[in-house]
């Protein structure tokens, strides 16, 4: 599972939340030695096309200017 927060303008002060939350539903096989894209196949939210389930799931990206934390669980 992979959660994005872009904390720009926000939260309590009235700004916009820009986050996405999507994980794989399934298992992936990764080999030793090998750089592997980890992909994710399903969201639970995306609040600003941060990600898609349709097209290079393996990505992140940031459509709005800022700093992004990122981090897997």
Known sequence: MVQTYNPSGGG???GTDRSAKAYNS???SILNGT????TWDTEEYDTDTIH???SNTSRFTAT?????LCWTI
């Open 12 to 14: 309590a002060a009235g």
């Open 26 to 28: 399934g298992v992936q």
């Open 52 to 54: 898609s389930i349709v």
């Open 35 to 38: 750089w592997t894209a980890l």
């Open 64 to 68: 709005t200017a800022g700093k992004y």
